[in-house]
């Protein structure tokens, strides 16, 4: 099975930047991959999915993000790379990546099986 491992994140103020990474490890197989954030006290949310590199297709942002976040892969490292600009305090929150097994895209948290631990993402002043 599929282990994922965030890092990065940290503090950063309004309108700085952060790259948050998710390395992959373990038996991976045909899979979508996505980020997702959940800010206190709110429901996860997707953030981008990235479809799986064996098939075309686009990267699927958020309305909430869409000018401001980058998403990219490594396939020598097995990383995924979030870059984020243009933050705001609503971006605030724990940030994951996580896996699905197969190619169809979906954007809600309880499709997908495999999740990183997770990485505080604070954009404060």
Same mark, same amino acid.
């Given at each position: 099975?599929?282990? %994922?491992?965030?890092?990065?994140? $940290?503090?950063?103020e309004? $309108?700085? &930047? %952060? *790259?948050l !990474?998710?390395?992959? &490890?373990? =038996? =991976?197989?045909?899979?979508?991959?996505g @980020?997702? *954030?959940?800010?206190?006290?709110?429901?996860r949310?997707y953030?981008?999915? %990235?479809p !799986?590199? @064996?098939y075309s297709g686009?990267?699927?942002?958020?309305d &909430?993000?869409?000018d401001?976040?980058?998403?990219?892969?490594?396939?020598?490292? *097995?990383?995924?790379? %979030?870059d984020?600009?243009?933050?705001?305090?609503?971006?605030?929150?724990?940030?994951?990546?996580?896996? *699905?097994r197969?190619? !169809?895209?979906?954007?809600v948290?309880?499709?997908?099986s !495999? @999740?990183?631990?997770?990485i505080q993402v =604070?954009?404060s002043?």
């Open positions: 099975q599929v282990q %994922l491992s965030e890092s990065g994140g $940290g503090l950063a309004p $309108g700085g &930047s %952060l *790259r !990474s998710c390395a992959v &490890s373990g =038996t =991976t197989g045909v899979y979508v991959m @980020w997702f *954030r959940q800010a206190p006290g709110k429901e949310e953030v981008v999915i %990235l !799986s590199t @064996w686009d990267m699927h942002y958020a &909430s993000v869409k401001r976040f980058t998403v990219s892969r490594d396939a020598e490292k *097995r990383t995924a790379y %979030l984020m600009s243009d933050l705001k305090p609503e971006d605030t929150g724990v940030y994951y990546c996580a896996t *699905r197969g190619v !169809s895209i979906y954007y948290p309880d499709q997908y !495999s @999740w990183g631990q997770g =604070t954009v002043s």
